[in-house]
C-alpha cells in the first residue's frame, strides 16, 4: 500500500517538475518574442534585458501555484484554466514593466508587456488545452468510447457537453435542436443537427445514445420531442433538471435510462444494410394497412432504402391522410409515393392496382388488432382478417408479384381470442400458397406488441399519468412482449429478405415485460412517486381492473420448439403444421357463408373445428349477436 502511494506521490512531483518547466520556457519564449517583435528584429541583442527573464518566471510561477493552476487535474482541463493563467501573466508583466522603471532600463519598449501578455496568454492556454485533447489520449486512449448527442443546443446542452468532453466513456459527435436557426451552428467545436434529420445523423454518426433534459415532459411540445426520440434505435439518458443542476444537485445517478433501453433492458441491434438493400431497393412496393402504426413505420423505413415506387394502402381515410402530411414533411425522397384509400376486402380492386402499378413485393399489414374490439364485432375480424388476406393472396397468384410478407402477430399462437384464431387462419393460408407457388415467395412475420401503437398499453398508461391517475392494469400476472415500431419494421424487411418460400419468421423480442413494472418504470420516469400500501403519501397509484375476455396472461411466439437461426440474431424460423389447401378452402367457404347470414355460433364452431388450437375463454362477446340473443330472451318472457 504504501508503495503505492509513493508510485502516486512520484508521478505528481514529475508531473508539476514538467509543468512548471514548460511555464518558464513559455513566458521566457513570450518575452524574447514580445521584444523581437516591437523592435521588429528577431536577431535583436538580449543581454541588456538578461535580468528580465527570471522575474518575470518566478513571478509568473508564484502566481500561478497560488492561483491553483498546478491544482488541475491535466485530464480535465476546460476553459476554466484562462483565469489562473491570465492573472499570473499580468503580474510577470508587471514585474517586467516596473523593473524596468527601477533599473531605468530606457531601452526596453513601453508596449513590449502588452504584447508579452497576449502572447503568454494565448501560448500557456493553448498548450494545455492541446496536450489534453491531443498528446493525453496518446498516453490515456479511450478504450472504446460511446458515440452520444445531446438534444438541446443552448446553455445547460453547453454544460453538460463540457462533462462529456472530459469524461473517457462517452465520444460528443452532435447537438440535436428543435430550433431550425441553430442548424450548423457549433458548440465547443459540436455541430447543431435539427430535429427533421434526426433519422440521417443518427445513422451516420452510428450514434449510440441521446442525453435529453428531463424537463422536455413537463409540457407536450416535449413530450412529442420524447416520442420522436423513442423511435430511433438508440438509447436514451434522462438530465436532471436545470434547476437542481444549477443547483449543484447533478451526479451520475440522476442520469436515468429512458425509452427501449429503460423500458425494456435491451439493445436495437442495428439493421444489416444488405438485407435492407436486397429487399427494397428498385422494387415497386405495396403495403396494406399503411395507415397503421407496423404499415407507417415499414413506409418510413422502406422509403430510406431507395425502393422505385412505395403504394400505400389503407380504408382509413383520415389515417392515409395523415400519413401523407407526415410524409411531406420528409426530405430527400426519391421514390414515386401513391396513396390509395380501398380495402383488402375487394378483390377486383386489389388485381387493378397490383396490375397498374407493377407490383413487385407486398407487405400485408392490414389486420383488426385490437383484441376486444374484434370480441364485440366477429364478423368484421373474420372478414378482415381471413377473407381479407385469401383475397390478397389470390390476387397476387393471378399477378408478376414476387414476394409476400404477412405480418403476423403472437396472439395467434394458441389463441385465446377470436382476433388471434383469424391471424393464425392468415398464417395459415400463406403457408397454404406457398406450398403451391413455387415461382413466389410467400413468407410471414410474428412477433409481438409495439411500443407507442394505437393498442399499446403506453399510450393509455402515460396519458393517466398526466392526468394524474390512477394507472390501470388487468392482472398484475401478465406479461406481454415488446419492441419499437422502428426495430420491427427493421426486422420485418430483413426477414422478408431471407424468405424463401413458406417461412415463418419469428423475431426474437427479448424476454417478457410484466405489465406492472412497465407501469411503475413509467411513474418514476415521470418524476412521480408510486402510491401503495408502503408508500401511502405518493403520487400515482395502480389499480388492477381484470383480464378482459380473450385476454390472455402469457403470450407466446411459437407453436412447438421447432426453431432455427438465421443470418440475423433477431431473426428466427419456425415449422409449423397446416391444413391441405383443398381442406382449407372448404373452411374459408364455410366461414365466408357464416358471415353472410350472421351465423355467430357457426363462426364460432368453425373456429374451433379449424386446426388453430383456439381455445376461447369466454363466451360470444360480439355486440350484434348479444343484442339479437337479449331480444329473443325478452320475447319469451312476454310469451309466457
Not at 136 to 163: C, H, K, M, S, W
Not at 381 to 392: M, S
Amino acid at each position: 500500500m504504501f508503495e503505492n502511494e509513493n508510485r502516486g506521490v512520484l508521478r505528481y512531483k514529475k508531473r508539476l517538475i514538467g509543468l512548471i518547466s514548460l511555464d518558464i520556457f513559455l513566458l521566457c519564449f513570450s518575452l524574447w518574442l514580445s521584444i523581437a517583435l516591437r523592435y521588429g528584429d528577431l536577431n535583436k541583442d538580449m543581454s541588456p534585458f538578461w535580468w528580465q527573464f527570471p522575474l518575470v518566471c518566478v513571478a509568473g510561477v508564484f502566481v500561478f501555484s497560488k492561483l491553483g493552476l498546478y491544482r488541475v487535474v491535466s485530464l480535465y482541463i476546460g476553459f476554466s484554466i484562462l483565469r489562473p493563467v491570465m492573472g499570473g501573466v499580468l503580474a510577470s508583466a508587471l514585474i517586467a514593466s516596473l523593473s524596468a522603471f527601477f533599473f531605468e532600463a530606457t531601452s526596453f519598449p513601453r508596449s513590449a508587456p502588452i504584447i508579452f501578455w497576449f502572447i503568454a496568454v494565448s501560448l500557456l492556454s493553448g498548450a494545455r488545452i492541446f496536450g489534453v485533447n491531443y498528446v493525453t489520449p496518446l498516453f490515456y486512449p479511450r478504450t472504446n468510447p460511446e458515440p452520444v448527442a445531446i438534444y438541446g443546443a443552448d446553455q445547460f446542452g453547453a454544460q453538460i457537453a463540457l462533462l462529456l468532453i472530459n469524461d473517457q466513456r462517452y465520444q460528443l459527435l452532435a447537438f440535436i435542436d428543435e430550433n431550425k436557426e441553430k442548424r450548423r451552428t457549433t458548440i465547443h467545436g459540436i455541430r447543431v443537427y435539427d430535429l427533421e434529420n434526426i433519422d440521417r445523423v443518427t445513422r451516420e454518426l452510428k450514434i449510440e445514445r441521446i442525453f435529453v433534459a428531463d424537463d422536455l415532459k413537463d409540457n407536450s411540445s416535449g413530450l412529442a420531442v420524447l416520442d420522436r426520440l423513442s423511435d430511433l434505435p438508440v438509447l436514451m439518458s434522462a438530465l436532471p433538471k436545470i434547476n437542481d443542476f444549477l443547483a449543484g444537485r447533478l451526479d451520475r445517478t440522476a442520469i436515468r435510462e429512458v425509452g427501449i433501453g429503460y423500458l425494456l433492458g435491451r439493445r436495437v441491434v442495428p439493421p444489416k444494410k444488405d438485407l435492407m438493400h436486397a429487399a427494397v431497393k428498385g422494387r415497386n412496393i405495396l403495403i396494406t394497412g399503411a395507415a397503421g402504426t407496423i404499415g407507417s413505420q415499414l413506409c418510413d423505413t422502406i422509403l430510406a432504402y431507395e425502393p422505385l415506387s412505395i403504394i400505400l394502402l389503407d380504408h382509413s381515410e383520415i389515417g392515409l391522410y395523415n400519413l401523407q402530411k407526415q410524409l411531406e414533411k420528409k426530405s430527400g425522397i426519391r421514390s414515386e409515393i401513391i396513396f390509395l384509400l380501398g380495402s383488402i376486402m375487394d378483390q377486383e380492386y386489389l388485381e387493378s392496382v397490383i396490375s397498374r402499378f407493377q407490383i413487385d413485393k407486398v407487405y400485408h399489414a392490414a389486420a383488426y388488432k385490437h383484441v376486444h374490439l374484434v370480441e364485440e364485432n366477429i364478423i368484421s375480424g373474420v372478414r378482415n382478417n381471413v377473407l381479407g388476406t385469401l383475397n390478397l393472396v389470390k390476387s397476387i397468384r393471378r399477378s408478376t408479384v414476387e414476394e409476400l410478407v404477412l405480418i403476423s402477430s403472437d396472439k395467434a399462437v394458441h389463441p385465446k381470442n377470436v382476433m388471434g384464431a383469424t391471424k393464425r387462419l392468415a398464417e395459415m393460408i400463406v403457408l397454404n400458397f406457398a406450398e403451391k407457388e413455387s415461382s413466389k415467395i410467400f413468407s410471414l412475420v410474428r412477433f409481438g406488441n409495439v411500443m407507442r401503437s394505437s393498442g399499446s398499453v403506453i399510450p393509455l398508461f402515460e396519458d393517466q399519468i398526466r392526468n394524474g391517475g390512477p394507472v390501470t392494469v388487468t392482472d398484475g400476472r401478465a406479461t406481454r412482449y415488446f419492441m419499437t415500431s422502428l426495430e420491427a419494421s427493421q426486422l420485418v424487411i430483413q426477414a422478408g429478405a431471407m424468405g424463401k418460400g413458406g417461412d415463418v419468421f419469428v423475431l426474437d423480442m427479448g424476454e417478457p415485460v410484466k405489465i406492472t413494472d412497465l407501469a411503475v418504470n413509467l411513474i418514476q420516469l415521470s418524476g412521480l412517486e408510486l402510491k401503495d400500501d408502503n408508500n401511502p403519501y405518493g403520487d400515482i397509484s395502480i389499480e388492477f381492473s381484470g383480464l378482459r375476455p380473450g385476454e390472455k396472461l402469457f403470450e407466446e411466439l411459437l407453436i412447438g420448439d421447432n426453431i432455427g437461426e438465421t443470418a440475423h440474431p433477431r431473426i428466427m424460423t419456425a415449422n409449423e403444421r397446416f391444413l391441405p389447401l383443398d381442406e382449407y378452402i372448404e373452411v374459408i367457404g364455410r366461414l365466408d357463408k357464416a358471415c353472410h347470414n350472421f351465423e355467430h355460433d357457426k363462426i364460432r364452431e368453425l373456429l374451433l373445428e379449424a386446426p388453430t388450437d383456439f381455445n376461447p375463454t369466454d363466451g360470444i362477446g360480439d355486440l350484434v349477436w348479444q343484442k339479437l340473443h337479449d331480444a329473443k330472451e325478452e320475447k319469451v318472457d312476454i310469451i309466457h
